[in-house]
């Protein structure tokens, strides 16, 4: 374990050990070469083309630092894709398919059973997670635990609002039962920083509604999945839950192109959830729901405590090496106390600890993106070129894989630091006189995911909340930009997002509304309550779920 006084390339390097030196209890027992995928409710064997994974740790060999492989997974074609597309499009049958027209409550003893079954799995999958995309054991623990725990909720959730759904209602003469049903096929799409919790905050929710899957995993964090598929294949009817592997600009497009998808869901970037959008032929009937692109900023003034709001922001910029769509990526800072803050900013940051992901209490970890390293040098280069420097000693110092966080400072509107994300850790930090100057960036910005306000004063700290709430979907006072809890929406306006993902507003969000509805004559009472004492309707029905 180190901390980062007098960081330098050759200090993160030492920190690279060889094979034999990495602790038993986190070492994979051999690599995860996987050959199998899920569809129609088989696991089918793969002998085509595969995928190496790479871990972003290196290993120390006779040759020099090398990542270290950790296994391969299934370069599957279009081919294998439209099997897929064509298994769920089956499973759902235009909605008279097995699993939509299921209860709900045996939907959910399925989501129960096959948590069960996942649960099981944690030592392995925890482990994925840090050796494929180099999260710290610990946050990796916690990924899985949270995910569970997200499950969960959902599923009391779900309970909840199929309670308030079990009643009849009489308006108007007009008798009907409001119920939520399912949307048809959803694609799913998961990032590569939250690779279980951010792709099951949408994977779970779809499915328990009652709609069919298609899910591909993200490119780093690949592997981790494969040791659920058989409990998805064990827990769910045929077809209700599919697996697609292969570069995904050449197997998605034409599963864009069929129109048979009815829901996509994407955890990634806005351009390419453009270019998926428009590839459908019936673009009205396309439902989306996506966690895309954030430049989450904050704002310190002259009247916040300093010492919190450098905590803060370091939590927020730099936890997971700053890789989350709600992290910190640009401080507004008054002139005033920019001297004061960046001076404790830098001693926070190097107070930090950097290491590999299992030694316990690290805060910086390898990179799992090849090419990070080298386009954070080059924001770095771009804002020293229009008048940056890096306040923190060792800020920028790099090793293969690993990073340590930079402080810039001043930033300007000519820097790619001012407007571009940059998911990975550095803070920019930009002076300002009036506060009209941040919310003129949040203004004109693509991007409205949440902001940070650092401040102890009830007139200022108001005085931005109401303007504010109409640029982002979140203000958050004296404390970092976070997605929890869960129970809370998690959005964004202008480019950030498309629908809203919470426990109850994600079950929303993968379902519509519908009603079944009958005149109140004494032959249609009679025949509702016919339907209902002798269960003959799955969707008509005032059993209550306990």
Not at 191 to 200: A, D, K, S, V
Not at 295 to 314: C, F, G, S, W
Not at 349 to 374: C, D, H, R, S, Y
Not at 519 to 542: A, M, R
């Amino acid at each position: 374990m180190s901390t980062s006084t007098n960081v330098t390339a050759d200090a993160l390097r030492a920190k690279f050990v060889k094979e034999a030196d990495i602790p038993a209890e986190y070492r994979l027992s051999e690599p995860l070469h996987q050959k199998e995928y899920l569809t129609n409710g088989e696991m089918k064997t793969w002998a085509g083309a595969t995928n190496p994974v790479y871990s972003p740790v290196c290993v120390v060999t006779p040759d020099g630092l090398q990542r270290q492989l950790i296994g391969s997974y299934p370069v599957c074609t279009e081919k294998e894709a439209m099997e897929a597309l064509n298994a769920a499009v089956a499973a759902y049958d235009n909605g008279r398919g097995e699993w939509p027209t299921m209860s709900v409550a045996n939907r959910i003893a399925c989501v129960e059973r096959f948590t069960q079954k996942m649960i099981e799995q944690r030592d392995v999958v925890v482990k994925l997670i840090m050796w494929e995309i180099g999260k710290s054991a610990a946050d990796s623990a916690k990924e899985f635990d949270r995910t569970v725990e997200y499950i969960y909720a959902t599923i009391d959730a779900l309970k909840d609002i199929d309670r308030q759904s079990s009643r009849f209602e009489i308006e108007q003469g007009i008798i009907a039962q409001v119920r939520r049903s399912p949307l048809g096929v959803v694609l799913c799409m998961g990032p590569f920083n939250y690779p279980l919790n951010e792709t099951f905050t949408t994977l779970i929710p779809a499915i328990i509604m009652g709609n069919t899957l298609l899910f591909k995993p993200p490119k780093h964090g690949t592997l981790l999945h494969y040791p659920l598929l058989q409990a998805f294949k064990e827990c769910f009817p045929r077809g209700v839950v599919n697996t697609i592997y292969g570069r995904g600009n050449s197997i998605i497009p034409g599963l864009m192109q069929s129109g048979k998808i009815d829901v996509l869901t994407l955890i990634g970037s806005s351009k390419v959830a453009n270019e998926l959008k428009k590839l459908h032929p019936k673009v009205n009937r396309l439902r989306a729901i996506l966690g895309l692109d954030a430049k989450n900023a904050a704002i310190v003034t002259p009247k916040a405590d300093i010492k919190l709001a450098v905590q803060e922001t370091v939590l927020g910029a730099l936890s997971f090496n700053g890789q989350r769509c709600t992290a910190l990526k640009i401080i507004f800072v008054h002139h005033s106390v920019a001297s004061s803050f960046i001076q404790q900013l830098n001693e926070a940051v190097n107070k930090l600890q950097f290491g590999m992901p299992w030694e316990k209490g690290v805060n910086i970890t390898p990179l799992p993106e090849p090419n990070k390293p080298a386009y954070l040098k080059d924001c770095i280069d771009d804002a020293i070129e229009h008048g940056a420097k890096v306040m923190n000693e060792g800020g920028g110092a790099s090793a293969e894989s690993f990073v340590f966080p930079a402080v810039l400072y001043p930033v300007n509107a000519k820097m790619k630091l001012y407007r571009e994300e940059q998911f990975g850790p550095i803070i920019p930090v930009v002076p300002y006189y009036s506060l009209e100057e941040p919310v003129q960036y949040l203004i004109e910005s693509t991007h409205g995911q949440q902001i940070s306000i650092f401040s102890n004063d009830q007139e200022e700290v108001a005085s931005l909340i109401d303007p504010l709430v109409n640029q982002v979907s979140r203000v958050n006072i004296n404390c970092q930009c976070q997605r929890g809890p869960d129970v809370f929406p998690f959005t964004g306006r202008k480019d950030s997002a498309e629908g809203t993902l919470s426990v109850v507003d994600a079950l929303r969000s993968f379902s519509i509304r519908s009603l079944v509805a009958t005149k109140l004559t004494d032959d249609n009472k009679h025949l509702i309550n016919g339907i209902v004492s002798h269960e003959y309707s799955n969707f008509l029905s005032t059993k209550y779920i306990f």
